[in-house]
């Protein structure tokens, strides 16, 4: 034990079971400890006496709000308000005692961390929970008639908007609120106040009175000082609240963009290197009549680029001319007389007000957003790019957290890895409980959830579904059909924007160099930063920032890149339409570069495996679809203004473009000099075969000069054309 221990004394906070079980510890410890058996609210004042006397001493205060200055010898321990990044107050005494929690500690202190979902997260059994819960619920004074009107209390509970309410008579919520698990939920009564949910919007809207400890936050949850609602009156308060829920402004933006490649089957697959090598290119990448046919049996609509508005003009003359003619469309498919050469195709569909994606996390939160764009882009290049465009509106999933997590857990196209039971170990890391998206009466879901282990690698049922099943496959033996294999990797790219005024103000002046949440915003860790070497952290951020717009008018606007991200932090929806235009036509042009890379160089690998028949033919069929790649694809330059041409290529060297392009072209013209010369092996045996065949035919050719070939039998003039016919 620490022995500056020893020499301290510990002031007890408002009795729950956490502060009971503190209390049996230091007992049991012979640690010095007062306790006043205060209530829920417990002020550190109650204590002046002790501060007083104990001025030689380290104090500890336990959960006691500061309404008295402290001493210099006072140190606080909690896990509320200022103090809600901290673990568990139980954790933080065993901390200091050099004491390792058993496991029933560790659920009081999940309990009184984060409630009943902390200690589902934590992998406690509904018995554990249900013992937990009533233990505290005794600690704080219910009683067994409380409980039973509690459960009668709950069938009142009303929703509006989409926030459930109940105005109780019990003092005492915990009854209500643990049978009740709804969120988010609002109770009250005429002496207090408490919102349980997503509650950065609160503590943003009453950072004054958190300040002045008329109210009071942990985990999940958001509440007023008794005083406070009765100087305001809990009416005003509940009016507030729902006035906030009700406002819709954006809050976030994100996009999350799925690239892929695809192959027409024409026989069942059976070994993937097999079948590049046994299929022309041009074959399997096909774009024709069928291909669109299919795509609107799936309810794909093709577009074509038509400048109607002042939005759609500035984003087509962001672009220099020849990435226009990439990036927008104008053929019209339905002329007879189109040659079905065009370098992309793009198509969307129809959504209504309604629609929406909804993400349910392992531990119980919920995140909903507005659906605002289904697309699909298929290039020629045999890959295509899905985009979901989403808008983030409701109030109480604000907090960088929840965009972190929004980011993180939306992304994902199926399991990194499986643990013991399949998918439950991964979702607690980084995969979602259930994905559902709504589009008009249809309902696509996900839930990750596997009887057996896949044997191929899965991608995600609702992204299968919304491609269309008409066209897309990842069956190998579905002929006519496309196979469709993610280009990269679990993770969809992630294209995102959020504005938090006071947020970003605290990362001017390259503060943001050493920001945790910016360095999770760019490398998409929604689970807490994976990374913990300072120095690489420093050197990741900076290389990924692009700053240009650190103090403009409109506030501060960073953007960050990284190998599965572009996003933005700004003060202001200023650079908004930016993101949803011209840069999202600028990672469309870098992801379709990247994958036809990638797809590019599976094929040099499959074709340079082992010899095929028809070798020669492959390799020139992807040899001149890798030329019109670079010419059409793959540009340098894209933008004449500065902003775009120097975050195009920062991103084109986080994403190896240009290393990549260059190896690449080493393989390409590697594999084609091989072809010509299999062609020229061939060639040059051919030659030597007819000079054979002439010097074997100069003795007949010279007898017949002078006698005729009337000397020759019919039998052995046929046995010479048969020679010639296997010869050649």
């Not at 009071?216 to 100087?231: A, I, K, P, Q, T």
């Not at 799936?298 to 001319?321: A, G, L, P, R």
Request: hydrophobic share 35%.
């Amino acid at each position: 034990m620490n022995n500056n221990i020893e020499k301290s004394i510990f002031l007890l906070g408002g009795h729950d079971l956490e502060m009971l079980t503190i209390k049996e510890i230091l007992i049991k410890k012979n640690i010095n400890f007062f306790d006043k058996e205060l209530k829920w609210g417990a002020k550190l004042s109650a204590y002046k006496n002790e501060l007083e006397e104990f001025s030689d001493h380290t104090i500890y205060g336990i959960e006691l709000e500061e309404d008295i200055d402290s001493p210099k010898n006072y140190k606080r321990i909690d896990h509320h308000n200022d103090f809600s990044d901290r673990e568990a107050s139980l954790l933080q005494v065993l901390k200091l005692l050099e004491k390792e929690p058993t496991r029933e500690q560790m659920l009081i202190a999940h309990n009184d961390v984060g409630h009943i979902k902390a200690m589902e997260c934590f992998g406690a059994t509904k018995e554990e929970i249900a013992d937990i819960r009533k233990r505290d619920r005794a600690t704080q004074g219910v009683t067994a008639q409380e409980e039973a009107q509690a459960l009668e209390e709950i069938k009142k509970i009303k929703e509006e908007d989409g926030l459930y309410l109940l105005e109780t008579s019990l003092d005492n919520f915990s009854p209500i609120v643990d049978n009740f698990e709804k969120r988010p939920f609002l109770i009250y009564s005429k002496k207090s106040l408490t919102y349980y949910g997503s509650i950065a919007f609160l503590k943003k809207q009453y950072k004054e009175q958190i300040e002045n400890n008329q109210a009071y936050h942990g985990r999940g949850f958001f509440g007023f000082d008794s005083e406070y609602v009765g100087l305001v009156s809990v009416n005003k308060l509940v009016e507030e609240i729902m006035e906030m829920k009700r406002e819709k402004n954006i809050i976030s933006y994100h996009n999350f963009m799925f690239p892929f490649r695809f192959d027409k089957i024409d026989k069942p697959i059976q070994d993937r290197h097999e079948f590049y090598k046994n299929n022309k290119f041009d074959e399997r990448v096909k774009i024709d009549k069928e291909f669109i046919k299919n795509l609107k049996k799936d309810n794909w609509k093709y577009q074509e680029f038509e400048i109607e508005t002042k939005e759609e003009y500035n984003e087509f003359v962001y672009f220099h001319d020849f990435a226009r003619d990439t990036l927008f469309n104008t053929a019209d498919i339905e002329n007879d007389a189109f040659e079905w050469n065009a370098t992309s195709y793009y198509f969307y569909k129809e959504i209504s007000k309604t629609d929406n994606f909804e993400l349910s996390l392992f531990c119980g939160r919920k995140y909903l957003l507005n659906l605002v764009g289904i697309s699909l882009r298929i290039f020629d290049t045999g890959v295509g790019l899905l985009s979901l465009e989403l808008e983030n509106r409701e109030i109480d999933q604000s907090s960088m957290d929840d965009i972190l997590k929004i980011n993180d857990f939306g992304r994902r196209i199926y399991p990194q890895y499986l643990g013991k039971e399949l998918t439950v170990d991964t979702k607690k890391s980084f995969l979602a409980d259930k994905v559902v998206v709504k589009i008009g009466n249809e309902s696509y879901e996900e839930n990750f959830s596997y009887a057996d282990v896949p044997k191929e690698i899965m991608i995600a049922d609702y992204i299968l579904k919304l491609l269309g099943t008409n066209t897309f496959t990842i069956k190998k033996d579905e002929i006519s059909k496309n196979f469709i294999q993610p280009s990269v990797d679990d993770r969809m790219f992630v294209l995102s924007w959020y504005a938090d005024k006071e947020y970003s103000e605290s990362l001017k002046n390259y503060k943001y160099i050493k920001d945790d949440k910016w360095y999770e915003y760019i490398f998409v860790d929604g689970a807490g930063k994976t990374i913990n070497s300072p120095r690489m952290q420093k050197k990741l951020i900076k290389e990924a920032t692009y700053d240009r717009w650190m103090n403009s008018e409109y506030g501060l606007t960073l953007y960050g890149m990284s190998r599965y991200s572009f996003v933005c932090l700004s003060a202001s929806d200023f650079p908004l339409a930016h993101m949803r235009s011209m840069y999202f036509q600028m990672f469309t042009l870098l992801l379709i570069q990247r994958a036809s890379i990638l797809r590019f160089s599976d094929e040099v690998t499959a074709l340079s495996d082992i010899e095929s028949k028809n070798m020669e033919t492959q390799i020139s069929s992807l040899y001149k679809n890798y030329i019109r790649f670079v010419n059409k694809l793959y540009f340098r330059e894209i933008t004449p203004q500065d902003q775009g041409l120097e975050i195009y290529n920062q991103a084109r060297d986080i994403l190896h473009i240009d290393n990549d392009i260059k190896d690449l072209d080493n393989e390409i013209e590697e594999l084609h000099k091989y072809a010509l010369m299999l062609e020229e092996n061939k060639r040059v045996g051919q030659m030597d075969r007819l000079t054979k065949f002439g010097y074997w035919l100069l003795p007949p050719t010279l007898i017949t000069g002078i006698f005729g070939m009337n000397i020759f039998p019919d039998s052995w003039i046929k046995a010479i054309q048969i020679y010639i016919e296997k010869l050649f």
